[in-house]
């Protein structure tokens, strides 16, 4: 099992596809981590114009990223993998807007035959949920 930090420096990702700025949980059946989205991220120059609101897709993929990868990379050390998402089921409730902080948790439904699938929550610094998703990481070994 990996500790947090050595979790956070093998995270597959790079900016600017890497939402995750810390990991500050992660255990057999949780996992938590926070990232702040910067006013100059990629994607507010088009969505929307005039009115820079964080994509749901990549609301998505930051939850996916400190959810489901970083669980597991913890249940799963000693194997090298590509993170495949196969299936979400996601709803979103408050808009993201450049700069704010947003606080991922994860809980852990259930992890067999190379599959996790967990209950990924997304909040604002006001502690209101932003967007909550159900979603499937199928973990296909790199050897």
């Known amino acids: 099992m990996r500790p947090a930090e050595e979790i956070l420096l093998h995270l597959p990702y790079l900016p600017p596809y890497r939402y995750v700025d810390e990991i500050t949980f992660v255990s057999e059946n949780r996992a938590e981590g926070h990232y702040t ?5 990629f994607f ?3 969505h929307f114009a005039g009115h820079p609101v964080t994509p749901g897709l990549i609301l998505v993929e930051c ?14 050390p000693e194997r090298r993998f590509t993170p495949l998402l196969t299936s979400v089921e ?4 408050l808009p993201v807007y450049p700069g704010e902080k947003v606080f991922v948790e994860s809980e852990k439904l259930y992890s067999r035959g190379g599959v996790l699938k967990c209950m990924i929550r997304m ?3 006001d502690r209101q949920e932003v967007a909550h ?3 499937i990481l199928k973990i296909e070994t790199d050897e």
Do not use: H, P, S
């Not at 989205?37 to 991220?41: G, H, L, N, P, V």
């Not at 939850?63 to 799963?76: D, F, P, R």
């Not at 996601?90 to 409730?93: L, V």
């Open 90 to 93: 996601a709803e979103f409730m």
């Open 123 to 125: 909040f604002n610094a």
């Open 37 to 41: 989205f910067r006013k100059d991220e």
């Open 63 to 76: 939850m996916g990223q400190i959810g489901l990868v970083a669980m597991a990379m913890y249940l799963y």
């Open 44 to 46: 507010y120059q088009g």
């Open 133 to 135: 998703t159900t979603a």
